[in-house]
Structure formats: C-alpha cells, structure tokens
C-alpha cells in the first residue's frame, strides 16, 4: 500500500500507521484489526492495550515496520485491517442522519481526510465518495490527514452519486452545490435546511454538470477577485461551518 492518490478500490485490507491511527480504530466499532505489528522498545500502553483486548502483538526491528508501509513513516506502530463495508443509502434514510458531505473527483487523498476531518468537526454525519471517480478514503495518507475522524463518521461508498442525490431528494432531502457559476447563492444569503447535503468537487473544475444539475441552490463563497479558488478542503471548512452555526456541539473548539 502506499499513500498515493491512485487507488485500488479491490483492496480488501486498510493500513493504520501511528498510535493515533491505531487507537481510533480500536474504539471504532467498525473496524476489525487483523494485525498489529510494534517498534522494538516503543507504545508498550498501547502494547498491553490491545493484548487485553485478545489482539496479537508482534514486536519488530524498525526496518520490519517500514517493509510493511513501503515507506520510513510509521511512528512506531502499524497495524492492518479490514477494509471496513460501506453503508447503504437506504440505511441513511431510514437513520438518523441529517447531515451530508459528499465529494466528487477529488483525488488527493490528503485532502479527502481532511475534507472527513472538517465534516466530522462541523457536526456532518456521514460522507459519500464514488468508487468509479476519486481517491481512496481509505488511503494511509487520508488516514492520517483525518486525524481520527475517519473513525468517528461514515465514510460511503457508491457506484453512482448522482443515482443517490436522487434517492435523497426523492427522500426530500436538499442538496447544495458549491459552485463558481454566475448566480449562485452568496454562502452568507443561504437558508440552511434540516436535511441538507453538500457537494464539493474538484479544485479546478468544480462538480460535474451531472451533479451540479442535481442540486437544489448552488453557493458559492465571497471573496477577493484576485483570487480564482482556494484548496477544496479548505473551502470545505467555510461552507460547512456556515451550515453548522445553528449546532450545539458542547465545544467552543478552538
């Protein structure tokens, strides 16, 4: 495996590197470890941690570690696991999720993190991605870039996105599309709906005219002329924060 932004949707297993990574996937209830393998003389809470739990251990040489990734970044501890199954579009429907991020092209996988890390932080409930057209959610280097929060919130998988907005709006829910067309919605203007989903598309070309078709308002985010975009997960952060600003997390974050 590496932390590329090709993918291979086949792949049966994920790999977690770091503690961090390890332990989200420990308190995750989605997530079943298959191995876990430790830097000789490092994370020995961790160690015990996971033998409690009934999960082998095996101690290695560093250089042992890095045959694993492929690469020297391991943090001391690496683990493998199953490729965790994605929910379906009925079980959102007929759930308790009202809010939704959904990702169109997007191949970086550093970005899809953290584009799964700021839809964790804004109070989203799951994200959708197409097997057909993007990068792997499950990349190492989408791991890491999610800062757990790959653990916290569904990450979806379907062959068809544009077949399941029609699903959600039949559903009535409201879907929102960010947009650099001319009449789109200022993102300050909009009304936020109880059901909404929210789509993002690639950093140079946008959402397809397939999706963009499919929403209900198109917005966009106010800023300087001299500047034609910004990084998709970082637009992702005004946008979201602006349908999560009627929300109570408990938390003054920051």
Not at 67 to 82: K, L, N, Q, S
Not at 115 to 121: G, K, P, Q, V, Y
Request: charged share 25%; aromatic share 6%; proline share 3%.
């Amino acid at each position: 495996m590496s932390g590329a932004g090709s993918r291979d949707w086949l792949q049966s297993e994920i790999l977690l590197e770091g503690a961090r990574a390890v332990e989200g996937a420990l308190d995750c209830d989605w997530i079943r470890i298959r191995s876990i393998h430790v830097e000789k003389g490092r994370h020995s809470d961790l160690i015990a941690r996971c033998r409690a739990q009934g999960l082998g251990v095996e101690v290695k040489d560093r250089s042992k570690l890095e045959e694993i990734t492929g690469y020297p970044f391991h943090r001391g501890i690496v683990a493998r696991a199953d490729r965790p199954a994605s929910l379906s579009i009925a079980s959102l429907l007929t759930g308790s999720f009202r809010r939704l991020v959904v990702l169109e092209g997007i191949t970086d996988p550093g970005n899809i993190g953290t584009l799964i890390r700021n839809s964790a932080a804004f109070g989203f409930d799951a994200v959708l991605v197409s097997r057909n057209h993007g990068g792997d959610p499950w990349a190492p280097k989408s791991i890491r870039a999610s800062a757990t929060a790959i653990f916290r919130i569904p990450v979806l998988e379907v062959e068809d996105l544009a077949a399941a907005l029609d699903q959600l709006r039949e559903s009535r829910w409201i879907t929102f599309a960010t947009s650099l067309r001319r009449g789109a919605s200022r993102l300050d203007e909009i009304a936020v709906a109880e059901c909404s989903v929210v789509m993002f598309g690639t950093e140079e070309s946008g959402l397809s005219d397939r999706l963009e078709r499919r929403s209900d308002e198109r917005i966009r985010i106010p800023m300087s002329s001299e500047i034609e975009s910004i990084n998709v997960a970082s637009a992702a952060a005004i946008v979201l924060h602006r349908f999560a600003e009627e929300a109570d997390f408990g938390s003054d974050g920051l």
